[in-house]
């Protein structure tokens, strides 16, 4: 029996430890494995590990051996999961590992552009305070949430999350989804459709998964809904946004900013228009990577590797 880890370094980049996940099976760890190394590297296990490097039809083929893909991520699109379970192999994901972690980066990028905290420390640091005539200054609005409307466009594990946050913080809440299941106790909370919830919301955040149906949720005709004072913040998946769309609303001053973990391609080319909108924070997909939150993925997946192996596994997915 052997395991190989394709690209251990996001999970572990070296503040974690591998020795739970050796202790089941002997164990290769690569921080990193280009699409050329991934058939030579993992050609003699049964079990493969995998963050993003892609395990396509093709390669899946050249796995003779290959009885496990556990996908050390919540999304699994990397994977052909039909090849593979036609193949007799079976894949699992981490579903809940980062809730709070997502949630708490959510209200970081937003009180970002409430406050624009890092452009006034740097200001101060330039000298700005130190030669003004009054007792302080800001260099952009600055914005209260309290008695403002918060729309929770996903309202699973970590859109519920934010509703809580937000509501905590004085801000009514609006949530669209497919399943109005389970609504919370708290007051000033409402179910809405999406258009609903865009037209009324002072804050759209989304936290759906990436479907057919949800790739390009937010485009253009969509934007024109939202309020000019609006901001939009995206921690769930990019192609969820077309981001020409929302660069062009920026740029035109029809939406008062965004701010967005995710993009549609990851490491984004240099030519993305988000990355030059205007009042545009992009963070490099760094909601889910906590330390506590890595650890807590670190044991599910080991967890998972373990049930597979005693013939009961666990949070298996499937096409």
């Known amino acids: 029996m052997k395991i190989v880890v394709l ?36 050609r003699q296990a049964e079990l493969v590990l995998t963050n993003k490097t892609p395990l396509t039809a093709g390669t899946l083929r050249q796995l003779e051996r290959l009885r496990y ?98 509501n905590a913080m004085g801000m009514r809440v609006m949530a669209a989804g497919s399943r109005r299941l389970n609504p919370p106790a708290y007051n000033e909370f409402s179910w809405a459709t999406l258009e609903e919830l865009l037209t009324q919301a002072d804050v759209v955040s989304l936290h759906c998964p990436l479907l057919p149906e949800t790739q390009g949720l937010i485009n253009a005709s969509r934007l024109e809904l939202m309020k000019p004072s609006a901001f939009l913040i995206n921690t769930s998946r990019g192609p969820l946004v077309v981001e020409q769309d929302l660069a062009d609303a920026l740029n035109g001053n029809r939406l008062a900013g965004a701010a967005l973990d995710v993009l549609s391609e990851e490491p984004p080319p240099a030519t993305n228009p988000l990355l030059e909108a205007r009042n545009c924070i992009v963070t490099p997909h760094i909601a889910w990577a906590t330390r506590e939150a890595r650890t807590r993925l670190m044991a599910i997946a080991v967890a998972n590797v373990a049930a597979f192996l005693q013939g009961r596994p666990q949070n298996v997915v499937g096409p």
Request: a negative charge; charged letters at 15%; glycine letters at 10%.
């Open 7 to 42: 690209d251990g370094y996001t999970l572990n980049p070296g503040d974690l430890s591998w020795e739970a996940l050796k202790a089941l099976a002997p164990a290769e760890i690569y921080d990193r494995t280009a699409s050329d190394l991934i058939v030579p590297r993992a």
């Open 69 to 166: 893909i556990g996908v050390l991520a919540t999304g699994y699109n990397c994977v052909d999961v039909k090849t593979a379970r036609d193949l007799g192999v079976t894949v699992t994901n981490i579903p809940t590992y980062g809730t709070a972690s997502v949630a708490q980066f959510t209200f970081a990028l937003l009180l970002e552009l409430c406050h624009h905290v890092h452009l006034h420390s740097d200001a101060v640091r330039a000298g700005q305070w130190s030669q003004n005539k009054d007792w302080c200054f800001w260099l952009t609005p600055l914005v209260e949430l309290a008695g403002k409307t918060m729309g929770v466009v996903g309202f699973g594990r970590i859109g519920r999350q934010v509703g809580q946050i937000a």
